[in-house]
């Protein structure tokens, strides 16, 4: 039943732009049938570790999703609803599994999916031009949900290697090779830096220390030896770069610069919101991109602030209550504290939507970090209904 549910609602996701009905309708049906698993959940009361923090996350959510309608109506709402409540609808499949379907499958049948999904767009050319880049849909609207999809795959990889044991195959590294390229076409450079940097951690815990001075010590020189190359090259097409070196350089220039001061221009025009409205509630989902255009700025403008954001959208009481229950499930989390404490860290600490929708990432890695633990809840499960 549980393999069925994650089939149906990952296809739901990631397949839905095929669906010959409206926008509107559409983001209607694939919030409401993931909505319902997770109520159905509830009701089953699941034995697990982390389900009071899981529940309140989805409480808050829901809170928050019934101000957006209410500010900002159902269109843009519901769509970006939508990637909250798939991901908190699977976090519940994945640790209520009391068929004790086989992780691994799970995670074929995730990749898979999302290969098809991102190919089968890349090959009829469905991109958008966002930013400066035009960026994969794949089958599904936005390519912030593909790359969102593509990034927890990896992550769910990582969780599965450390911690199950999962065998590579070559079909398997086919399947995360096209995932990243997938995560690449959508534009998102920032998800794919901040995965380079957590497969990176976890493959220098696993070598011995001569083995890290000396893959360090490759990478140092050659990183070193193409950055100079190739140094103009990069100074150009990377903003990243370019700004880093501005604020070593010439401080006064890099807070100048037109990027620097449009991410300050995003706080003030939030601060210019509160005059009108009380911080303390929520303004809802995908709130900033409204309120910076009805301000007269530039419409579809992102936060591109993931510590204001929670903040702002969820209102400061909510997110206060959140992040209650995400550092409840870090203290639950014991011997990989330290493990999950950098994921956190790299999700949620960017100026630039490292994994978007940092909430949700950040829970769903807490709670794979959880999972293995879960065998003895499975145990007491078993008793209870004995």
Not at 160 to 186: A, C, H, Q, R, W
Not at 338 to 362: M, P
Request: glycine fraction near 6%; charge should be positive.
């Amino acid at each position: 039943m549980h393999l069925y549910s994650i089939i149906f609602i990952s296809t739901l996701y990631l397949f839905h732009s095929i669906i010959p009905l409206s926008v509107t309708i559409n983001n209607l049906i694939i919030t409401l049938i993931p909505f319902g698993i997770v109520l159905y959940n509830i009701c089953k009361r699941p034995i697990m570790q982390g389900y009071k923090e899981i529940l309140i996350l989805f409480i808050t959510t829901i809170l928050t999703m019934l101000v957006s309608i209410y500010n900002w109506g159902l269109g843009g709402s519901f769509g970006y609803f939508s990637r909250y409540i798939f991901y908190i609808a699977l976090i519940f499949l994945l640790l209520n599994n009391k068929e004790r379907i086989s992780e691994k499958y799970i995670l074929y049948i995730l990749l898979l999916m999302v290969v098809i999904s991102g190919i089968a767009g890349i090959v009829t050319s469905r991109y958008i031009f966002l930013n400066g880049y035009d960026r994969a849909l794949g089958l599904t609207s936005s390519p912030v949900g593909l790359a969102l999809a593509c990034t927890i795959c990896h992550l769910y990889y990582i969780h599965l290697k450390m911690n199950s044991g999962i065998s590579d195959n070559l079909f398997l590294l086919i399947l995360l090779v096209t995932t990243t390229y997938i995560l690449i076409e959508t534009g998102a450079r920032q998800p794919l830096a901040g995965l380079l940097v957590i497969y990176a951690y976890f493959l220098f815990k696993k070598l011995k220390f001569k083995s890290i001075v000396l893959v360090s010590s490759v990478l140092l020189i050659s990183g070193a030896y193409m950055f100079l190359y190739y140094f103009d090259e990069i100074m150009t097409s990377s903003r990243a770069i370019y700004q880093l070196s501005l604020i070593i350089t010439s401080p006064e220039t890099a807070l100048n610069d037109p990027s620097s001061l449009s991410r300050l221009n995003y706080i003030v025009s939030v601060l210019k919101f509160y005059e009108t409205y009380n911080y303390l509630l929520p303004a809802g989902f995908n709130a900033f991109s409204v309120i910076y255009e009805e301000q007269g700025y530039r419409p579809n403008t992102a936060f591109h602030n993931d510590i204001l954001l929670p903040a702002l959208e969820y209102g400061v009481v909510l997110a206060t209550v959140n992040l209650i229950a995400l550092t409840s499930l870090m203290v639950k989390n014991k011997g990989r504290v330290k493990d999950v404490a950098i994921l956190g860290f790299l999700v949620c600490t960017s100026l630039n939507n490292t994994f978007y929708y940092n909430l949700v990432s950040v829970t769903f890695i807490f709670m794979l970090f959880l999972r293995n633990n879960d065998a003895i809840y499975v145990k007491q499960y078993i008793k209870k209904q004995k």
